[in-house]
């Protein structure tokens, strides 16, 4: 496990965004793993401005995004579906084919997650898994739990995550109890993981994470076994380090 520490959020995104952009020079059909959330939204500017200088292209690039809300239609203004499109995918020439997020609408929710890590399996893996960090450490929507989930699959949601996405929605009572999400083996498969966290609030669930034992309550601390897991932190959140 690699820790960086920046004295900015800003700064933690622009170097996390240089990792991404070596990795698509180095291998342009890349299979990246992406993530949603205000913490990789300074990554996906810093990747658009290299993507604008002619640094880096996209058009070889397949991505698999970690998650997705049930329920919600792909055009809702809080799915991750749109998200990425107004984040990153609107402004790069990533092909629509080569883009894929987690069916939160599925008729058959289970068989839709099944046929995501086949996809993904198909594809090669992932080469690159961008990572946030939830305040009670989770990654994707792998929630606190007694075990690590392996493959994609339905969840729901906690307290503090329902309580964490409330400033996206009219209220509390309009966030999703359940997601969709990528498990843990596909996480851990891919050749490295690059996770961010910034501010004060996830301070604890980095140390956890980072300085605690592997534990399924805090799911992220399963990154302490991977080969070549890179936490992009700011001040705040590497405080308690």
């Known amino acids: 496990m690699n820790i960086h520490v920046y004295d900015r959020p800003e700064q933690a995104g622009q170097a996390a ?3 991404i952009a070596a990795q698509l020079l180095r291998k342009p059909h890349s299979v990246l793993g992406l993530a949603t959330g205000s913490s990789p939204i300074p990554i996906y500017r810093s990747l658009i401005v290299l993507y604008q200088a002619g640094v880096i292209s996209f058009d070889r690039v397949v991505s698999y995004n970690l998650d997705e809300y049930v329920g919600i239609d792909p055009d809702h203004v809080c799915s991750y579906h749109r ?8 402004h790069v020439n990533m092909r629509p084919e080569a883009i894929h997020v987690p069916d939160g609408k599925a008729a058959d929710l289970a068989a839709a997650a099944s046929a995501y890590d086949r996809a993904i399996e198909t594809a090669g893996g992932i080469d690159l898994q961008l990572l946030g960090i939830g305040r009670n450490g989770h990654i994707g929507f792998n929630e606190p739990n007694s075990h690590f989930v392996g493959g994609c699959h339905v969840t729901d949601l906690t307290a503090s995550t329902i309580e964490a996405n409330q400033r996206f929605f009219d209220s509390i009572d309009n966030v999703p109890r ?3 999400s990528l498990g843990i083996t596909p996480i851990m498969r891919a050749k490295t993981v690059v ?10 669930a980095v140390k956890a994470a980072v300085r605690g034992p592997v534990d399924p309550r805090v799911q992220a601390s399963i990154l302490q ?3 070549d897991a890179h936490f ?3 001040q705040e959140a590497a405080a308690l380090l």
């Open 178 to 180: 359940q997601a969709v």
């Open 17 to 19: 965004a240089l990792l």
């Open 83 to 90: 998200f990425m499109r107004e984040q990153l995918f609107d």
């Open 232 to 234: 992009m932190l700011d």
């Open 195 to 204: 996770l961010i966290a910034t501010g004060a609030d996830k301070a604890q």
């Open 225 to 227: 076994a991977h080969p």
